[in-house]
């Protein structure tokens, strides 16, 4: 059975979810050895430490290697990857996608959607890995490294094939003549991939954002280049490599999937983005540097996703207590680094109405406080929270962030079982005016969040979609009981082209984006120019050529 037709029911399900946006999800996201094996997590362990001090085996034997990973947990990897110059990467992914880019679209996505499967059966080994790189606590480097980024493979690869599908593989076209015999042309249609595909890695979620658009690019027919953070190798390594063994097991030249890695102190990303070899980027990271891809790339076909200021605005809740759990929840998960956190709450000055009495300005600062205290009181389930800080940059900005406001809870170091030199930090809480924009007004990545006082929730809304709008943005929160509120707040939000959350309470955080339903940045503000993922984000990845041939009478 081919690989196509193996997966062909999971894909048709992946399709049809993309088009329901209901809730589906192909791979369970239970690190349960019920549902991967009994052995499965004991096994991921074992695997990834075997790979620790060695060098990476990627079939290339010889040549430069390079590699200075530490974990944020406090250990060095040790590990090592076999290195090219970029013109020898783009010479070699160019010779590969010769044939891949003549291979059928199921023989295509039939690849691709085993490699997302054995991907899955690896999960527990790309947990260890993601955990040691990104610093996320592990149950959530197994879910956001592993199934959740399966998810999302699976959606982009769901669909580059319905996009593709669409157009037919050949037609036979007759255009009457009145009394003559009618023109007839046969027609066939072929997909061409626009070439060598550069995928730039972030280093908090490699996997998560790197994925939709390797699958993307790969699906479509063209070679793949992934460059990864020189602090955050190992799950993208663990993925090329498993891509090259499906490829060259289909009988494809594995080199239509390659590994870039680098060193901080001799990077490649700007030589590989600005080579005129590459038709196709994909950048996850700071706007920056992300400014710098659009304005640098050798081709115009950029998809960026890089960072925004996220906000909250607080009107009114019918539950007090659960609306401050579910910010402090918010505010700690993963110490803050994820691009879809929020930063700035929006308070009246004159306070809130709740279904504990009005709350003033000051108390709704101490309740959220408190919150995060009672969160992370125990410092097992604090760990499993925030995990480390992945970056030695971000205690630093914490550190400085401590000026810009009246601090109403501190950051601290956590302690973490088992890992005396682990890095991390709790949320940091200010309180500032609407009027000290020099503060809340720039992103502050990591965990540090404003409260601010603001003349009411009209100006609350405002200044927050006209943040998202100037600054870029993924996420916005309300919290209302009113109706005519939560519409005001939806229409400013969607025109500022942010995804609005309203009166999350539950186990359901702003955070969280789901593949298949969620819409991950809209590409309508300047958090980023893509949308993970809509027919956008792969239909300009291959062009349709045609060819006409006429039929005599």
């Known amino acids: 059975m081919s690989f196509f037709e193996a997966h062909r029911a999971r894909l048709e399900q992946a399709v049809g979810a993309c088009r329901a946006r209901v809730y589906w999800s192909a791979y369970p996201e239970v690190a349960s050895g019920k549902i991967y094996g009994e052995t499965a997590k004991a096994d991921g362990e074992a695997a990834f430490k075997a790979l620790l001090g060695k060098p990476f085996d990627l079939g290339e034997s010889g040549g430069r290697r390079v590699g200075r990973e530490v974990s944020p947990y406090g250990m060095p990897l040790g590990i090592t990857y076999p290195a090219m110059d970029p013109d020898a990467l783009i010479e070699r992914s160019m010779k590969a996608g010769d044939g891949w880019a003549r291979a059928s679209i199921g023989d295509r996505v039939g690849v691709c959607l085993e490699i997302v499967d054995r991907l899955n059966k690896q999960s527990f080994l790309i947990a260890h890995a993601a955990m040691h790189t990104t610093g996320q606590a592990f149950m959530m480097a197994f879910q956001a490294a592993g199934p959740h980024a399966q998810d999302r493979a699976l959606e982009a690869i769901a669909y580059a094939y319905d996009e593709m599908t669409r157009v037919p593989r050949e037609v036979n076209w007759s255009k009457p003549q009145g009394k003559g015999d009618p023109i007839v042309l046969d027609k066939v249609f072929r997909i061409v991939p626009r070439g060598v595909s550069l995928v730039i890695g972030c280093a908090t979620f490699p996997t998560w954002n790197g994925y939709p658009a390797v699958f993307a690019s790969l699906a479509t027919g063209n070679s793949v280049i992934v460059k990864p953070h020189p602090g955050a190798i190992l799950p993208l390594a663990i993925t090329v490599k498993i891509a090259r063994d499906v490829l060259k097991e289909a009988g494809f030249d594995p080199d239509v999937v390659m590994l870039a890695p680098d060193e ?290």
């Open 264 to 553: 901080a102190e001799a990077p490649i990303t700007q030589e590989l983005a600005a080579h005129p070899g590459v038709a196709i980027v994909d950048f996850t990271g700071s706007p920056a540097f992300g400014q710098w891809v659009r304005e640098n790339a050798a081709t115009d076909l950029v998809f960026t996703e890089e960072a925004g200021i996220n906000s909250i605005v607080i009107d009114s809740t019918g539950d007090f207590r659960g609306m401050c759990a579910n910010i402090a929840f918010s505010l700690s998960l993963y110490s803050g680094q994820m691009c879809t956190a929020p930063q700035n709450i929006f308070v009246p000055a004159s306070g809130i109405d709740t279904n504990e009495g009005h709350k003033s300005f000051d108390e709704v600062a101490q309740a959220l406080a408190m919150a995060i205290d009672r969160l992370l009181g125990d410092p097992e389930r604090a760990a499993n929270i925030l995990g480390t800080v992945q970056n030695a940059a971000t205690i630093q900005r914490i550190e400085a962030a401590r000026k810009l406001g009246r601090i109403i809870r501190d950051s601290a170091a956590v302690p973490i079982a088992g890992f005396g030199e682990a890095r991390t930090a709790s949320p940091l809480l200010l309180a500032v005016d609407a009027k000290d924009d020099r503060a809340w007004g720039e992103e502050r990545f990591g965990p540090i969040a404003f409260v601010i006082r603001t003349g009411a929730t009209e100006e609350s809304i405002a200044l927050a979609s006209q943040s998202a709008r100037r600054k870029g943005a993924i996420t916005a929160s309300l919290y209302s009981t009113d109706d005519a509120v939560i519409d005001k707040a939806a229409d400013a939000f969607a025109r500022a082209g942010v995804a609005l959350s309203v009166n999350l309470t539950g186990g359901i955080y702003v955070n969280q984006s789901a593949a298949f339903s969620d819409y991950h940045v809209s590409g309508a503000n300047p958090a980023g120019n893509a949308c993970l993922t809509d027919s956008a984000f792969v239909a300009n990845r291959f062009r349709v050529a045609a060819m006409r041939r006429q039929k005599t009478a």
